[in-house]
């Protein structure tokens, strides 16, 4: 992978006021506040991932009012992207698609002062006039140069971080050819003392393969976050491997100052090291992976940072890989200062199912049983919420290892238990019977019991299994949950005044099947084929509803208070020709983003709303019900954030507009008058 070593950068409209690099210190974050002063100074508002903030102008009897304020376009649009085609031909970039496109603006901004930063999919980073909408400078550091598409994902970036000493402030985020910048957040100037002239090359220090010729797909797409005056991030590496090796998904901590590597976490354990033992027959001097490619959270009060460490090499099969895999699959609390192993707990030994923690862990204080816990909180892709002590890593609740059955594909290895936490409840469906079969009509559902058969299925954790036309061969393991979730990189929100922890997850099975590869291929035995879910009836969902839900679990009791499907449900369902005199429930569908304020659960849905538009809905935190739906121009890509500026709370979030415009940034606000 090569860089271009000329960055630029265009300065415009940078008249800042006086309090856009305000004094202020992350140890400010106790776990218990939130987003603090109106701002939004990381990636879910603090740096323990609440998503809440305390402000409290837009309420339950005022969200239906809320009116855009302003909308800004993506800059990314700006550039010519036939001529960086012409410049870079290596360059893969799209307008027409969800994923290898300029449209997935999955950012969330920060808000310091008076002014939003934001990160677009091509990991250019503007500064926004926070009360009109107003560009005031650009920072473009040419990561598409390298003219390699992220992973399978093409170009994204899900955002930045923030650091200040209190007289100065700095915007440090990571990009798609692996690079880690930090800019003036004043001026989009890059520190010249951060890295070489603001730059840090992140693949210093880890080996980009074991073959010739390498299979790079390595680079990050999620931010940093900032614990104390470290930085410490993590990487995109492909989960789709030809072959065992790959690079390592090591964690590591920079000097916010100066971008000096201060340590390396090694996600797979070296020789001699804790964990190395869990990696069977030498596969940690191969295997890879084991990243953390989602957010992170940090207690910079205690000085910790909370590592959700994704799968190893390969998702599916795992015979090459024989042992537990340390720490693969594990939320692992390291020391900002050093980088040294607190305490971990891994969630899924040795994974087949992709089921790697997808979010940042939520930090909130709870009461247990009268007992004040300082407590963390991880979702999972296969929708288990497991709750520790920050602090000690102690469970909270017992958590039970369970027998589970035996891989049926040769070669492979497969451990006999797996963790169940006995609370809470798990906030999604898990696993396959026939009574989970779609049953809107009779009709649909002896189709859809004539469906299942050949598959392979059962409780959760139901290994992969060969397809083909062999006689052991069956049409694949409908897993469910699937590989996106239950819970994704789009996280759960908690209160922290109350202890409630809100959990968009989707229903979504899929079949992991698995392949054979001829030696010409790829040096695994066995890799896994096409992903898709399995096909139901007349185009229907195999399985019934809701597909899309919205739960709120009480981490104090460890109890679901209540769960709610998020809208009404897909149109190719709900008008579906077979369904036209079936009297539907609310079905839900997609995935939602959530913001927590004092009285209000705001969803960004993915999901058409009502009126068949995309909505930003406002609940009642306490029973889940939708006090008011406010249409937006465009489906939502990003989680919301919330913040005030010249004294009027705005809401804002990243929309995808019409096929072939650029993305945008709306802020929406009360009327002048209050909207009372």
Same mark, same amino acid.
Not at 398 to 419: F, H, K, L, M, Y
Not at 511 to 534: E, T
């Given at each position: 992978?090569?860089?271009?070593?000329?960055?630029?950068?265009?300065?415009?409209?940078?008249?800042?006021?006086?309090?856009?690099?305000?004094?202020?210190?992350?140890?400010?974050?106790?776990?218990?506040?939130?987003?603090?002063?109106?701002?939004?100074?990381?990636?879910?508002?603090?740096?323990?991932?609440?998503?809440?903030?305390?402000?409290?102008?837009?309420?339950?009897?005022?969200?239906?009012?809320?009116?855009?304020?302003?909308?800004?376009?993506?800059?990314?649009?700006?550039?010519?992207?036939?001529?960086?085609?012409?410049?870079?031909?290596?360059?893969?970039?799209?307008?027409?698609?969800?994923?290898?496109?300029?449209?997935?603006?999955?950012?969330?901004?920060?808000? @310091?002062?008076?002014?939003?930063?934001?990160?677009?999919?091509?990991?250019?980073?503007?500064?926004?006039?926070?009360?009109?909408?107003?560009?005031?400078?650009?920072?473009?550091?040419?990561?598409?140069?390298?003219?390699?598409?992220?992973?399978?994902?093409?170009?994204?970036?899900?955002?930045?971080?923030?650091?200040?000493?209190?007289?100065?402030?700095?915007?440090?985020?990571?990009?798609?050819?692996?690079?880690?910048?930090?800019?003036?957040?004043?001026?989009?100037?890059?520190?010249?003392?951060?890295?070489?002239?603001?730059?840090?090359?992140?693949?210093?220090?880890?080996?980009?393969?074991?073959?010739?010729?390498?299979?790079?797909?390595?680079?990050?797409?999620?931010?940093?976050?900032?614990?104390?005056?470290?930085?410490?991030?993590?990487?995109?590496?492909?989960?789709?491997?030809?072959?065992?090796?790959?690079?390592?998904?090591?964690?590591? #901590?920079?000097?916010?100052?100066?971008?000096?590597?201060?340590?390396?976490?090694?996600?797979?354990?070296?020789?001699?090291?804790?964990?190395?033992?869990?990696?069977?027959?030498?596969?940690?001097?191969?295997?890879?992976?084991?990243?953390?490619?989602?957010?992170?959270? +940090?207690?910079?009060?205690?000085?910790?940072?909370?590592?959700?460490?994704?799968?190893?090499?390969?998702?599916?099969?795992?015979?090459?890989?024989?042992?537990?895999?340390?720490?693969?699959?594990?939320?692992?609390? *390291?020391?900002? +200062?050093?980088?040294?192993?607190?305490?971990?707990?891994?969630?899924?030994?040795?994974?087949?199912?992709?089921?790697?923690?997808?979010?940042?862990?939520?930090?909130?204080?709870?009461?247990?049983?009268?007992?004040?816990?300082?407590?963390?909180?991880?979702?999972?892709?296969?929708?288990?919420?497991?709750?520790?002590?920050? @602090?000690?890593?102690?469970?909270?609740?017992?958590?039970?290892?369970?027998?589970?059955?035996?891989?049926?594909?040769?070669?492979?290895?497969?451990?006999?238990?797996?963790?169940? &936490?006995?609370?809470?409840?798990?906030?999604?469906?898990?696993?396959?019977?026939?009574?989970?079969?779609?049953?809107?009509?009779?009709?649909?559902?002896?189709?859809?019991?004539?469906?299942?058969?050949?598959?392979?299925?059962?409780?959760?954790?139901?290994?992969?299994?060969?397809?083909?036309?062999?006689?052991?061969?069956?049409?694949?393991?409908?897993?469910?949950?699937?590989?996106?979730?239950?819970?994704?990189?789009?996280?759960?929100?908690?209160?922290?005044?109350? #202890?409630?922890?809100?959990?968009?997850?989707?229903?979504?099975?899929?079949? &992991?099947?698995? *392949?054979?590869?001829?030696?010409?291929?790829?040096?695994?035995?066995?890799?896994?084929?096409?992903?898709?879910?399995?096909?139901?009836?007349?185009?229907?969902?195999?399985?019934?509803?809701?597909?899309?839900?919205?739960?709120?679990?009480?981490?104090?009791?460890?109890?679901?208070?209540?769960?709610? &499907?998020? #809208?009404?449900?897909?149109?190719?369902?709900?008008?579906?020709?077979?369904?036209?005199?079936?009297?539907?429930?609310?079905?839900?569908?997609?995935?939602?983003?959530?913001?927590?304020?004092?009285?209000?659960?705001?969803? +960004?849905?993915?999901?058409?709303?009502?009126?068949?538009?995309?909505?930003? +809905?406002?609940?009642?935190?306490?029973?889940?019900?939708?006090?008011?739906?406010?249409?937006?121009? #465009?489906?939502?890509?990003?989680?919301?954030?919330?913040?005030?500026?010249?004294?009027?709370?705005?809401?804002? *979030?990243?929309?995808?507009?019409?096929?072939?415009?650029?993305?945008?940034?709306?802020?929406?606000?009360?009327?002048?008058?209050?909207?009372?």
């Amino acid at each position: 992978m090569s860089h271009n070593p000329v960055r630029s950068f265009v300065v415009t409209l940078a008249v800042v006021t006086a309090g856009s690099v305000a004094s202020w210190s992350e140890r400010a974050y106790a776990g218990q506040h939130g987003a603090l002063g109106g701002e939004w100074r990381s990636y879910a508002g603090d740096a323990g991932s609440t998503k809440y903030s305390p402000l409290d102008e837009i309420t339950t009897e005022n969200f239906g009012a809320l009116e855009l304020s302003w909308r800004w376009v993506s800059v990314d649009g700006k550039l010519d992207l036939d001529a960086l085609r012409d410049r870079y031909p290596a360059l893969r970039v799209a307008n027409d698609t969800a994923n290898i496109s300029i449209n997935g603006l999955k950012g969330t901004p920060l808000m @310091v002062g008076n002014t939003l930063y934001l990160s677009t999919p091509l990991s250019q980073v503007a500064a926004i006039d926070a009360a009109t909408g107003q560009t005031r400078w650009v920072y473009d550091p040419r990561s598409y140069a390298a003219g390699i598409p992220i992973m399978v994902l093409g170009f994204s970036n899900r955002g930045l971080a923030y650091w200040s000493d209190g007289e100065r402030g700095h915007v440090i985020w990571a990009t798609g050819d692996a690079m880690m910048h930090a800019v003036d957040a004043v001026t989009g100037v890059p520190v010249t003392g951060f890295g070489e002239n603001g730059s840090v090359d992140l693949m210093r220090g880890i080996s980009r393969a074991r073959r010739d010729p390498p299979p790079i797909n390595y680079s990050v797409t999620s931010p940093p976050v900032v614990c104390n005056d470290v930085v410490v991030v993590g990487s995109a590496v492909s989960d789709q491997p030809r072959f065992m090796e790959s690079p390592p998904g090591h964690v590591r #901590g920079f000097d916010a100052r100066t971008g000096a590597l201060r340590w390396t976490f090694h996600t797979v354990p070296q020789p001699g090291e804790f964990g190395h033992d869990t990696w069977e027959a030498g596969a940690a001097s191969y295997s890879g992976n084991a990243n953390v490619w989602t957010m992170m959270s +940090a207690d910079p009060e205690l000085g910790y940072a909370y590592l959700p460490v994704g799968n190893a090499t390969n998702d599916h099969y795992g015979g090459h890989r024989p042992g537990a895999n340390l720490f693969a699959n594990s939320l692992v609390a *390291v020391d900002c +200062a050093t980088g040294q192993r607190v305490w971990h707990f891994q969630m899924v030994h040795h994974d087949l199912w992709d089921y790697d923690p997808p979010a940042a862990p939520n930090l909130v204080d709870i009461t247990v049983d009268g007992r004040r816990v300082p407590a963390v909180a991880q979702v999972t892709k296969h929708a288990f919420t497991f709750v520790f002590d920050r @602090v000690t890593g102690d469970p909270v609740w017992p958590i039970e290892e369970r027998a589970v059955s035996p891989s049926t594909v040769p070669g492979e290895w497969t451990s006999p238990t797996q963790p169940f &936490p006995t609370k809470p409840p798990s906030f999604d469906r898990q696993g396959v019977t026939v009574d989970d079969l779609i049953d809107f009509t009779p009709e649909l559902r002896a189709e859809a019991v004539d469906l299942l058969d050949g598959y392979l299925y059962g409780p959760m954790f139901t290994p992969p299994s060969l397809i083909g036309t062999g006689p052991d061969d069956t049409k694949g393991t409908i897993a469910l949950p699937g590989y996106i979730g239950g819970a994704n990189w789009n996280g759960a929100a908690a209160d922290p005044e109350t #202890g409630i922890l809100y959990v968009p997850s989707i229903t979504q099975p899929i079949i &992991p099947a698995l *392949v054979q590869l001829g030696p010409d291929q790829s040096n695994l035995r066995y890799s896994r084929g096409q992903m898709r879910p399995p096909g139901g009836p007349d185009g229907l969902p195999l399985f019934k509803g809701p597909y899309g839900r919205i739960t709120a679990i009480d981490l104090n009791r460890g109890e679901i208070a209540w769960q709610r &499907p998020n #809208g009404l449900g897909s149109p190719a369902v709900r008008d579906h020709a077979r369904l036209q005199e079936v009297d539907l429930p609310p079905l839900g569908s997609g995935r939602d983003f959530l913001l927590v304020t004092p009285t209000l659960l705001i969803s +960004a849905q993915q999901t058409p709303g009502a009126g068949g538009g995309w909505v930003l +809905a406002g609940r009642d935190k306490a029973t889940g019900d939708v006090v008011a739906e406010i249409p937006l121009p #465009g489906r939502s890509i990003g989680a919301p954030m919330t913040y005030e500026v010249g004294g009027r709370q705005h809401i804002a *979030v990243t929309i995808r507009g019409p096929r072939d415009a650029p993305p945008e940034l709306i802020a929406l606000a009360l009327p002048r008058d209050g909207g009372v």
